[in-house]
C-alpha cells in the first residue's frame, strides 16, 4: 500500500465544514463502541451488525446523514478493527495490556473509501461530494500523482494536524 500525502488550501468555512465531518466520524465509531459494549453476551457482534448500526444512526441522526456513505461505512470499519485487535490480542493470548477499545475524545481523520470524492483532471484539485459543504480542496505538496492512474487510488482521508 502507497500512502501519498498533500497538505491542503481551502476557504475558513470549508476547514469547519471538515471539523464537522471529523467530530460526526468521532462519534459515530462511539456510538458504535457503545453498541458493542451494550450488547447482550449471546448476541454476535461483527462487522456487518456495525454496519447495519451505522445506517440506523443515518436514518436517526441528521447530521450523520450529510455524511458520505462510505465515509459513514468506514467510521464503522474502524470501530471494528479496534475491536477484532482486541479479540485477537485475547485469542493469542498476549501478555499485559490487551488493548480494549476505548471512546475517542479527540479525533482527528474522516476517511473516504471509493465514492464521495473526484479527483481534479488535473489533479491538482479534490472536490469532497457530501452535503457537510467541504467542495472543490487545493492540495499543496511535491509528490507526482500524475503518475498514479485514478482508479488506483482507493481511499482518501482527511486529517487534522497541528501543522495544517
Known sequence: ML???YKIKAKPSQYRAIEEAIRTVQFLRNKCLRYWM???KEAKINYAALSRYSTELRKE???VKDLNSMAVQA??????LAISRFYGNCKAKKPGKKGFPRFQKDNRSVEYK????VLHPTKRRISISDKKGIGELKLLGKWDIHTYPIKSIKRVRLVRRADG
Open 61 to 63: 441522526f441528521n447530521f
Open 38 to 40: 451494550d450488547a447482550p
Open 3 to 5: 500512502a501519498i500525502e
Open 75 to 80: 467510521a464503522a470499519e474502524r470501530s471494528w
Open 114 to 117: 471509493t465514492s464521495g470524492w
